[in-house]
Nanobody
Framework: QVQLVESGGGLVQAGGSLRLSCVAS????????MGWFRQAPGKEREFVGA????????VYAQSVKGRFTIARDNAKNTVYLRMNSLKPEDTAVYYC????????????????????WGQGTQVTVSS
């Protein structure tokens, strides 16, 4: 079992930045690939980005590419989502997720590839 706790959300003006953190419980964090998803009111959950178990590969949704960066610190059991140049359309609840992928360099964009989810943190971007 893995428990994930997100933090770092809040209210920010358009053009601003936030850094989300997700801390995982347990001692096998390195066994998990990590992803970030988001869900805006009235919309389906969508993929934001993911990072491989090795940390050597990342993938991003086209809508955030060049603005968002994922990193992981295996010593701290933490994955980060750095969000720059935020737009009102980035407003959503952001969730981190963990998947026990065999491929150490694999990254996955679908929710079904993830076994564990955090409770989410709200990000609101004002215009």
């Amino acid at each position: 079992q893995v428990q994930l706790v997100e933090s770092g959300g809040g209210l920010v003006q358009a053009g601003g930045s936030l850094r989300l953190s997700c801390v995982a419980s347990g001692r096998t964090f390195i066994s998990y690939g990590m992803g970030w998803f988001r869900q805006a009111p009235g919309k389906e959950r969508e993929f934001v980005g993911a990072i491989a178990r090795s940390g050597g590969r990342t993938v991003y949704a086209q809508s955030v590419k060049g603005r968002f960066t994922i990193a992981r610190d295996n010593a701290k059991n933490t994955v980060y989502l750095r969000m720059n140049s935020l737009k009102p359309e980035d407003t959503a609840v952001y969730y981190c997720a963990a998947g026990a992928w065999i491929n150490t360099n694999g990254v996955y964009t679908t929710g079904g590839q993830y076994s564990y989810w955090g409770q989410g943190t709200q990000v609101t971007v004002s215009s």
